[in-house]
T-cell receptor, first 116, second 110 residues
Framework: GAVVSQHPSWVICKSGTSVKIECRSL??????MFWYRQFPKQSLMLMAT?????????EQGVEKDKFLINHASLTLSTLTVTSAHPEDSSFYIC????????????FGPGTRLTVT | DAKTTQPPSMDCAEGRAANLPCNHS???????VYWYRQIHSQGPQYIIH???NNETNEMASLIITEDRKSSTLILPHATLRDTAVYYC???????????FGKGITLSVRP
């Protein structure tokens, strides 16, 4: 149980275009989802916390107008990288926390974004 | 959330127990100790968490010292597939984000 999926698993896009990444909790409801970014040989950096039905909370230094987050249901959150640039190339990972608990987060497999 | 400190790396032989240490000397009373691991190019995987009692599940055991200033994750019979970066994180859990440090790289050798 507690499986989180991401789609796509990898994407290549041209500079200036937008890319949408989906994060789904497959067998549980998640009131809170998190989006992380990981550059090569570095640790995960939290970008934003997404609560179902409300606006996302962004970490300091993360541009909310560039990284649009929508959490429309208890099983789906999306991250849209707008006007992508090569420096946005990274590994994007989402996680979901079980509703009604203070327990662990379950992570998706990640999405590798390459901007050319 | 309290800061945690882990050695950068360690190795162990396949089939032997891997004991991964973590220091969290400033942990507060309502903070749990969480362990996750990340195998190369994959999303992190939850392993175990605890508050003050020792915990065990099908993956590992978590031993927390009585003063809660440190803990040890034990993989009882390490396999090559356990080679990964292991993260020890202190967090209150409820609505709280996880702050990942550099973790410890465990290499299991044949």
């Amino acid at each position: 149980g507690a499986v989180v999926s991401q789609h796509p698993s990898w994407v290549i896009c041209k500079s200036g275009t937008s890319v949408k990444i989906e994060c789904r909790s497959l067998d549980f409801q998640a009131t809170t989802m998190f989006w992380y970014r990981q550059f090569p040989k570095q640790s995960l950096m939290l970008m934003a916390t997404s609560n179902e039905g409300s606006k996302a909370t962004y970490e300091q230094g993360v541009e909310k107008d560039k990284f649009l987050i929508n959490h429309a249901s208890l099983t789906l959150s999306t991250l849209t990288v707008t006007s992508a640039h090569p420096e946005d190339s990274s590994f994007y990972i989402c996680s979901a926390r079980l509703a009604g608990s203070h327990s662990e987060q379950y992570f998706g497999p990640g999405t590798r974004l390459t901007v050319t | 959330d309290a800061k945690t400190t882990q050695p950068p790396s360690m190795d162990c032989a396949e089939g032997r127990a891997a004991n991964l240490p973590c220091n969290h000397s400033t942990i507060s009373g309502n903070e749990y100790v969480y362990w996750y691991r990340q195998i190369h190019s994959q999303g992190p995987q939850y392993i175990i968490h605890g508050l003050k009692n020792n915990e065990t599940n099908e993956m590992a055991s978590l031993i927390i010292t009585e003063d809660r200033k440190s803990s040890t994750l034990i993989l009882p019979h390490a396999t090559l597939r356990d080679t990964a970066v292991y993260y020890c994180i202190a967090s209150t859990g409820a609505n709280s984000k996880l702050t990942f440090g550099k973790g410890i790289t465990l290499s299991v050798r044949p």
